[in-house]
């Protein structure tokens, strides 16, 4: 494998940020104290030698700033009387719009920042912060289609009813490094506009891409609404959910961490969780499937972002007689695809943003050929400073550890089966339900499988790899792999509860109704329709 160019073309240049200022309160303050040193997986060349790229630092805030990050988030929502949780919808939007015509400003920057932090690919960078900025969008669009049905009163059994959906209170945002843009705003965004107040660190990986966004939210939303306070989980996290005062726990994660900050919370069943957490998905390729089809699918759900994904494809299931051929196919495939550097043209795989992944990928390999694995592709395994070429092992067994854990890296388990219930029985036992990818064309195969299918997972994807998007589709888990819905309308049902106003219909209480409404005193009780 040669050795990666050091030129980098001016347009992907950047420069350092020695990030020094954390958002609470409407306030950008400084820090002065220790900060945390960021890399790139990436190397270039420094007196001769090629080392991880420094591409600035950040704040290690500890408790002191992480209370007083949650001390204002909970005076801005003021037991749902402040400014913000009280506002009028359509103020509310407006300060969304705001927010993400600012953040358009900053496209350049967070797109190669995206490259250089995680290492994710030109067009995959730019996709996410556009994809992010059309999620905003049509959070926006649906915000108000709902509060266009609230617009009415209800009668049943002599009592009006004037229903909508109000906010929980202070929200603790955590977000993941392989979508540190994305799946964190599809947090944070519905929280906010949805009346919450919000305390949110960004993820270890990709941190420094927030950095261009503080004044935006700053100048966006009332002071203590949005506090992005910078540091390690244990330092920020925890205290925060020792207060009492989290109402909501939103982290894209591990199950492990959101069990761990459950446990602080003094009073757990009064938290609301809003978690996207690991998955194993499977693929199962039946014996009559569109092989070409099947493996172009396989290496997009697989390695995409070098299967970095909850949504990746984490062990595929093929039909014993098919094996052998899909193998040599898929495992051509792998080898085929193209290493390098995140702006080049056609790049697939790149180096990994994690600096110990290579070594536990190489240890999943190792394990898994010590108990009668092997390695299928020529280039599996193939190590080059942060980055290892995806290794494709069969045929592997239940007692190895590939088997076992989200692998969350490029190396791809093939098991075979016999018979269909050997995958079904495997995913029912498994800890986890998110999705599944199912090729085949036989109806009559087709039609039992997913009517058990979908009570296993969330989505099944016929002939297709497994991924979260369109954005207005449901994206949520069975088991250990979510808790609460996430896409543009889950999403603000997650983060609001149903609240209502109701009178008994006499000429009494109609009167006062009227006047309400007559006046525009009340921001709750409205009719006022959203254009």
């Known amino acids: 494998m040669k050795p990666l160019t050091t030129e980098i073309p001016e347009q992907f240049k950047v420069e350092l940020i020695e990030q020094r200022t954390y958002l609470i309160d409407g306030k950008l303050l400084t820090w002065e104290g220790e900060t945390a040193e960021v890399y790139s997986s990436i190397h270039t060349e420094v007196d001769g030698e090629r080392r991880p790229t420094r591409l600035g630092s950040t704040p290690s805030l500890g408790k002191e700033e992480a209370l007083l990050a949650v001390d204002a988030a909970h005076k801005a929502y003021d037991r749902g009387q402040g400014l913000w949780p009280t506002m009028k919808v359509a103020d509310r939007i407006k300060c969304m719009q705001t927010f993400v015509e600012k953040m358009k ?67 603790l945002c955590l977000g993941p490094y392989n979508y540190p843009l994305n799946e964190t705003f599809c947090l944070l965004i519905p929280a906010l506009i949805m009346g919450n107040t919000a305390v949110f660190k960004p993820a270890k990986h990709g941190v420094l891409l927030i950095a261009p966004l503080l004044e935006a939210f700053q100048e966006s939303f009332p ?97 014993e007689n098919i094996a052998e051929t899909f193998n040599r196919k898929y495992s051509e495939a792998v080898d085929a695809l193209k290493f390098g550097l995140p702006w080049e043209d056609g790049v697939k795989l790149t180096p990994l943003p994690e600096p110990s992944k290579p070594a536990y990928i190489q240890g999943l390999i190792d394990d898994a050929t010590a108990k009668g694995a092997q390695v299928l592709n020529a280039k599996g395994g193939t190590h080059f400073e942060n980055f290892i070429w995806p290794a494709v092992l069969f045929p592997v067994t239940k007692d190895m550890l590939v088997y076992q854990e989200e692998q969350f890296g490029p190396v791809v388990p093939i098991l075979t089966f016999k018979h269909i219930d050997e995958p079904l029985d495997d995913m029912a036992e498994s800890n986890y339900g998110q999705q599944v990818s199912l090729f085949g064309k036989d109806v009559k195969a087709l039609a039992p499988l997913i009517d058990t299918l979908v009570n296993l997972v969330c989505r099944v994807n016929l002939n297709s790899s497994c991924q979260r998007g369109p954005d207005v589709y449901p994206f949520t888990g069975r088991k250990d792999s979510a808790v609460g819905t996430l896409s543009v309308h889950d999403a603000l049902r997650s983060f609001s509860i149903r609240t209502f106003v109701a009178s008994k219909d006499n000429e009494y209480n109609n009167a006062i109704l009227n006047e309400l409404l007559d006046t525009k005193k009340s921001n709750f009780v409205s009719t006022d329709y959203l254009l």
């Not at 244990?234 to 959101?258: E, F, N, Y």
Request: glycine share 8%; proline share 4%.
């Open 223 to 319: 002071p203590g609404v949005v506090n992005v306070v910078f540091g390690r989980g244990r330092a920020i996290a925890s205290p925060a959910m020792q207060t009492g005062k989290i109402d909501v726990l939103a982290l894209i994660g591990h199950s492990s961490s959101a069990n761990a900050l459950q446990k602080l919370h003094p009073k757990q069943n009064r938290l609301r969780l809003v978690l996207g957490l690991e998955a194993k998905n499977p693929a199962i390729i039946l014996p009559d499937a569109d092989l070409d089809l099947a493996v172009a699918e396989c290496i997009a759900g697989t390695l995409s972002f070098n299967g970095q994904r909850c949504t990746a494809l984490k062990v595929i299931y093929v039909h």
């Open 105 to 171: 400003t900053k496209r350049e920057l967070i797109v190669t920042l995206l490259m250089w932090e995680i290492g994710k690919n030109f067009p995959d960078s730019q996709k996410e912060f556009d994809r992010t900025v059309e999620y905003i969008n049509d959070t926006i669009a649906d915000y108000k289609d709902m509060d266009r049905d609230s617009a009415k009163f209800y009668k049943q059994d002599g009592i009006h009813a004037h229903i909508r959906r109000g906010p929980l209170g202070v929200v």
